[in-house]
């Protein structure tokens, strides 16, 4: 039966590229925005939680991305910062999965980041910013797994002892209502950026409606509905933002961000299984249609472009949610542009279904795996020929576009390694060894369907703590590597405050410690993990404040490159089809592509 299953998980399904735009026809454009930034899918992982089979292995037996490499959830979230400190003077669009297990943890770390970049932004809610895993609501787990519906709420709880009340709360879980409520808060504390906007109620359901009174205000508009209850995953945030306008443009350019997330009634673990789950497929409901209707019929009575973008590609939008938006663009009398994450490969498509007009989708790369890339984005307008341009250059880059993978990772090692001076000759090494351990010492999915589906004990939850202990034994090790390879000044690792288990050794005598534990019977499995976790914890959050400009270098560098040793070591049937070839295929390293009428 699991063999059986395990087969339909991981099957290959054939790989077809999407049909691409073709060669640009010579045209007279216009420029009509300046470039904004545009990237998604950071997926910050909350590591040092109560261990789940799902958070250790189920579903990557058949989403190879979904557990990372160490280096990630401790180092990964530099890269964005990296990206945001890059490009200070232009305003960002992050298309979402800020998150990945979709815990307050994870949110706290990101929305620091957030408020450092400088710039006006905004984020579109992906399906991993509210549903555990992307995949999971509360009431699946609470029908289905555990009658409390705590997993979820346990698996946030990072690294705390069990009398830690500060880090113990019963809202440690992070829904779609929570992402929202808390986005909309912290913009509002930016009132330079939203003047007048106020924050919904942490409770109750909520409407909200705001228009920003300063007329070039990047978010120019924000439409949302929190609700509670079973219908949390049906709340949406929609945004409408107006692109800094370029010198001689003939008109504004405005992106509608949708909210692709309204997941509607979750489905149980055996849907779940067979791949229909909330968070795969994008829905937007008639609802957010009526409430963006607006902004799309002032633009087209103006004679101004609208751009959508949502975190699901459109291939994985819903049939009715496709429908929704074609009649919706069918007001508009100018060619159409689609932007789109979730996919972790990006791709330039051109879809033709449902409608004549063509609809230009430009999808953007992940900042978690490999290829690790952002796009920094404008357009440009030819009035006779009715032709929209998009300009999506391919960032980092380098003296030249990149065309291979390897130009693309040089440009990566030029801009961010380097900056750290000569890389130590065990840095790759150790980095490759790393990887590997960590992939070795996942679960099985045999492990994680009978975790799921018999009851709890801890003969069948040993196996569980065995992998978890390995994974916080490599993120232990990972931090005493940047110790090594960073100077004292800018790890300053000498300068963390240790727990008081630790004793009077400092943190390198204090790993050596829990590593050279033999814990015997289930229990003391429970409680070494639970220090070492703790230890991770206090180390990441200490991590997060060096500002040395060194070991940010130092830790985009580590994150970028783990997350490409990772993808080198996947086989080519079990990387979600970001093997080179097949981006290649659909147009990766295209740079521009324009699109017309007909």
């Not at 800020?98 to 706290?108: I, K, Y």
């Not at 950026?193 to 070039?216: A, I, M, Q, T, Y």
């Not at 020929?385 to 040089?410: F, I, N, Q, W, Y």
């Amino acid at each position: 039966m699991f063999a059986g299953l395990a087969a339909l998980l991981v099957g290959c399904a054939g790989f077809v590229p999407q049909p691409g735009p073709a060669a640009d026809p010579p045209g007279r454009y216009v420029d009509l925005t300046l470039p904004f930034i545009a990237m998604g899918d950071t997926q910050e992982h909350e590591p040092t939680g109560y261990p789940m089979h799902d958070n250790d292995s189920a579903v990557d037996a058949y989403v190879e991305v979904a557990q990372r490499p160490p280096e990630q959830p401790l180092f990964g979230r530099r890269v964005l910062q990296w990206v945001l400190q890059a490009h200070r003077d232009e305003p960002f669009i992050h298309l979402g999965d800020v998150m990945d297990l979709s815990c307050r943890s994870e949110a706290q770390r990101m929305a620091r980041i957030f408020r450092d970049a400088g710039s006006p932004g905004a984020i579109l809610p992906g399906n991993h910013d509210g549903l555990m895993f992307g995949i999971y609501g509360y009431r699946i787990l609470d029908a289905v797994l555990d009658g409390d519906a705590q997993r979820w709420n346990h698996a946030c709880r990072r690294g705390a002892a069990p009398e830690d009340r500060r880090h113990k709360t019963e809202r440690e879980a992070f829904s779609k209502r929570d992402f929202i409520q808390v986005y909309i808060t912290q913009y509002a504390s930016l009132p330079q950026f939203v003047p007048g906007l106020k924050p919904p109620p942490e409770r109750g359901e909520h409407r909200l409606s705001w228009r920003n009174p300063d007329p070039g205000g990047f978010v120019s508009a924000i439409e949302a509905q929190v609700l509670d209850g079973y219908r949390y995953a049906d709340s949406f945030m929609a945004q409408r933002l107006k692109l800094p306008r370029a010198p001689g443009a003939t008109r504004d350019v405005y992106i509608v961000g949708l909210d692709t997330n309204q997941a509607g009634a979750l489905v149980g673990l055996w849907d779940t299984v067979m791949g229909r789950s909330p968070g795969s497929m994008g829905h937007v409901h008639p609802d957010q249609i009526a409430a963006v209707r607006p902004w799309v019929l002032q633009a087209a009575q103006k004679g101004d472009i609208v751009v959508f973008a949502g975190h699901h590609d459109w291939r994985s939008l819903g049939l009715p949610t496709r429908v929704l938006l074609r009649t919706l663009m069918s007001q508009l009398q100018h060619p159409l542009v689609y932007l789109s994450a979730h996919t972790h490969r990006s791709f330039w498509a051109e879809h033709r279904a449902l409608d004549r007009r063509p609809l230009l989708e430009l999808n953007v790369s992940s900042l978690s795996d490999w290829p690790v890339a952002y796009r920094r984005i404008s357009f440009a307008y030819d009035e006779t020929a009715r032709r929209l341009l998009v300009k999506g250059e391919l960032l980092p880059g380098g003296a030249r576009a990149a065309s291979s993978d390897a130009d693309l990772m040089a440009a990566w090692e030029a801009q961010a390694c380097k900056q750290i001076g000569p890389v130590p000759p065990s840095f790759l090494s150790f980095d490759r060894e790393m990887v590997m351990r960590q992939r070795q010492s996942r679960g099985s999915l045999v492990e994680w369907a009978l975790a799921a589906l018999g009851p709890v004990c801890p003969s069948c939850e040993m196996p569980l703590y065995n992998h978890a202990q390995a994974y916080q034994d490599d993120l232990l090790e990972a931090i005493s590597q940047l110790g090594a390879h960073l100077a004292g000044q800018d790890h300053r690792l000498h300068e963390a405050t240790l727990p008081a288990w630790c004793g009077d050794v400092d943190f390198l005598g204090c790993v050596k410690r829990l590593k050279a534990e033999q814990p015997q019977g289930f229990q003391a499995q429970v409680e070494l993990f639970r220090r070492k976790a703790q230890l991770v914890d206090i180390m990441s959050s200490h991590l997060d404040d060096l500002r040395a400009p060194e070991a940010g270098a130092y830790m985009t560098c580590r994150a970028v490159q783990a997350a490409k040793i990772d993808f080198d070591l996947t086989d080519d049937a079990h990387n979600n089809h970001r093997g080179e070839a097949k981006r290649q295929a659909e147009q990766f390293f295209r740079v521009e592509a324009s699109v017309g009428m007909e």
